[in-house]
């Protein structure tokens, strides 16, 4: 199985940007899949998921100005993040979960200049 994560980059604070990641191999129909993320120095905190019923869970930190959603279809998810803040700064991880394992991608980064 393999999690393909694209987008990040550099962006202004207020600025917006995108993430997607697909997941292939002998994976079905992920029951969920998110996004996680490190900051320097912190533990990796999950910033959103979505089962494949569409039920989302946000962080506290980013609701309102994230969001995901995903294709089922083509077990892929993407990141919207809108009003972006220097504190999103992070590697952002993509996961998605089969019964009882849980994937993880690269990992793609994020600056968020003030």
């Known amino acids: 199985v393999q999690l393909q994560a694209f987008g990040g980059g550099l962006v202004q604070a207020g600025g917006s940007l995108s993430l997607s990641c697909a997941a292939s191999?002998?994976?079905?129909?992920?029951?969920?899949m998110g996004w996680y993320r490190q900051a320097p120095g912190k533990q990796r905190e999950l910033v959103a998921s979505?089962?494949?019923?569409?039920?989302?869970v946000y962080a506290h930190s980013v609701r309102g100005r994230f969001t995901i959603s995903r294709e089922n279809a083509k077990n892929t998810v993407l990141l919207r993040m809108n009003n972006l803040k220097v504190e999103d700064t992070a590697v952002y991880y993509c996961a998605a979960d089969s019964p009882g394992i849980r994937y993880w991608g690269k990992g793609t980064e994020l600056t968020v200049s003030s």
């Open positions: 191999g002998s994976i079905r129909s992920p029951n969920e």
């Open positions: 979505i089962t494949r019923g569409g039920a989302t």
